[in-house]
């Protein structure tokens, strides 16, 4: 199914003499789920890394992400720059030369240069928090409401606090216990 509506899109590009000159990025929006069944670890979804969909772990907000565009990236190049979808739109505005339309509190960054091969500018850090559990287990959605979780990589660091000590704002304190 997903082959053949994204074999539709290319052939469509090529009809129209510009799948050379198109940016198509091919993502998911997050790690293997649990829901209706499923099993992340069935087809190793995660690839591995530890959480899924809903869980702050690597296998719940790491995701692999295709992009294709002849004319700027080289065939076969593989990246290992640590980005999020918030980098899209940034990427985007530099591409289309943008830029000054941007809100200036975006946490998101250009990575059109990582995108040419060229020297990219990396994220200081890279933040999540998800209202839930923030750990391996399925989260309950009985509309109780739950502790907040986050969890913060810089380089090759991750720090993830399940739930955030502060009952009251579910807001980062020092007193959160951080794996």
Partial sequence: YLDRYVGQLMDFLKSKDLDNNTLVVFASDNGAHLEGGHD??????????????????EGGVRSPTLVRWPNVIKPKRVSDLQFGFFDILPTLCDI?????????????????????GEEQKDHEYI?????????????????????????????????????????????PSLQDDMQ
Avoid at 46 to 53: A, C, I
Avoid at 104 to 116: A, C, R, V
Avoid at 147 to 157: A, H, T
């Fill in 127 to 171: 933040m999540f928090t998800w209202p839930g559990l923030g750990n391996t287990e399925p989260i309950n959605f009985s509309g109780k409401k739950s502790i907040s979780g986050y969890s913060i990589r810089v380089g090759n660091y991750k720090g993830i606090v399940a739930h955030c000590a502060d009952r009251r704002k579910y807001q």
């Fill in 40 to 57: 992340y670890r069935f087809f190793n979804s995660t690839g591995g890394l530890k959480g899924h969909k809903r869980s702050l772990y």
């Fill in 96 to 116: 289309g030369g943008c830029t000054d339309l941007l809100p200036t509190d975006l946490d998101g960054i250009s990575i059109y240069n990582e995108l040419k």
